[in-house]
């Protein structure tokens, strides 16, 4: 027998984060929300993407088959009302939402899925077609019917069809847009993109600001029995510097902004004008390590030796560390993927505080005499700077020498995506209910060379294809288990701290969430005048 799931619209908006369950009350409508945001994005396209700034955008332009819960952990309806898998794990079924429509007002169309999670899951696109790997082929059947066809059983199949990459695309609009390649016709096509999100694109002067739209054919109620989303649109502005973020917020010149340092949390939480919130996150924030044993510039690299990375770990006091850079809302981490991970296994945490030993380690590797390292950091970040100098401060005690070089945002994910870094600020945040997303990349080193680290172990990599494909939970908890043992003992990362997401909202905003996978939500958002 199919085993069946159906789920109810409300549930979808209580699950998304877009009401609470004893919500009741009459929301305003109208309005402009204004949210100052701390980089731009830079490439409004789905499938060839995979930055924070782009994806936490994405989400508001497109919608997706299935939605993540509240708490980033499952999944509701989106698109789709919902879908069977068959006993033998080898086919899942999908009904279509009758009635929906793009941002044009064009209808979505059981082809337009097909060929939005084909490009989707096609290798030559992009790098998050992993995601999608099970998937053998997809056929359709009248006009609510998707069926996908797997190689194998997967257990994160379902959660990977909640995230950006798996966004529904209108088929004929992407095609007609100009070039003659995907990339180039993605390219065209994310200059103005057409979604089916709550909101839909307006202007994007790049560097200062985007505006979204209110997508008046959007396919979700509100409380008040309307379609959402409540508000007219919203207007980013970009404010890379957080002071000044934090000055237009008290003074009133945004509504809303995000990355509050949180040297500053306790202030604004004081602040009666203000609702300084600490959103329950999967986000883990780490130096990012180029551990090849040259640079770009061809410079012997130090941190090609695991007893370096295993030292400067330990040499890090990581209470110390948050207490400075976080004020102590941050705590340590026990893996390189956040403990509200599905599958987190972390019994201790990571390399708690020993210069005896990291002392002993960098002797153990020739290097007692010290040597130089060079890191870099967003621009404007009060926590990047306070984070670096700190480790500086750390780090000299055991004769490393580190240079810190500031740079805008395009320049650091330009050189890191050409691996050119030795050291960079770097953070996460799962887009997925599942420890999939997080291994790929940071352990598995086909989807991105391990997050550009050069790491590629071969017992992970056996074990992380095997995980993809087992069913038995149990089964899959031990592989995972074992991949974070060997991750944490080659230390490709200097692990730091998890910490929830701080964003700071004028008191007449309501409704906004973050939810811990990293989405912004403003489908309810409203502003109470």
Known sequence: MMKLVRMLALLALVGAGVLTSGE????????TLIYARNADSLFLDPVL???????WILT???DTLLQPTSDGKGVVPGLATGYQVADDGLTMTLQLRQGTKFADGSPITVGDVKWSLDRARNPKNGI????????????????DTVVLHLKHPDPALTAALAI?????????LFEAAAGNTDEEKAKAFAEKPVGSGPFLFDSWQRGTEMVLKRNPNYWQMGEDGKPLPYLDGVKFEIIPDDATRILKLQAGEVDAAEFIPYSRVAELKNDPALDMELFPSTKV???SLNIRPQLKDGTKNPLADERVRQALNYAVDKDALIKVVTFDVGKPMHSYMSSATPLFYGPSAAYPFDAAKAKELLGQAGMGDGFELTAQALAGSADDAATLSTIQQMWAQLGVKLTIQQQDNATNVARYNDNDFQIQTGYWTDDIGDPSEITSYFAYFATTESQHS??????????FEKSQKEADK???AAMYQQIQETYMKAAPILFMYESPYPVALRKDVKGFVQIPLGNNIFAGAHIEK
């Open 164 to 172: 950006f990459n798996s966004s529904i695309m209108p088929q004929k």
């Open 454 to 463: 050069g790491y590629n172990d071969p017992t992970i990599q056996d074990l």
């Open 24 to 31: 009741a009350q009459a929301v305003t409508r109208g309005g």
């Open 60 to 62: 508001n332009l497109y």
């Open 128 to 143: 998050w077609n992993f995601t999608l790997e099970s998937v053998d082929s997809i056929d359709t059947q009248g006009e």
């Open 474 to 476: 149990a089964k899959r």
């Open 49 to 55: 993407n995979d930055r924070n700034v782009d994806i």
């Open 285 to 287: 924030t780490y130096l």
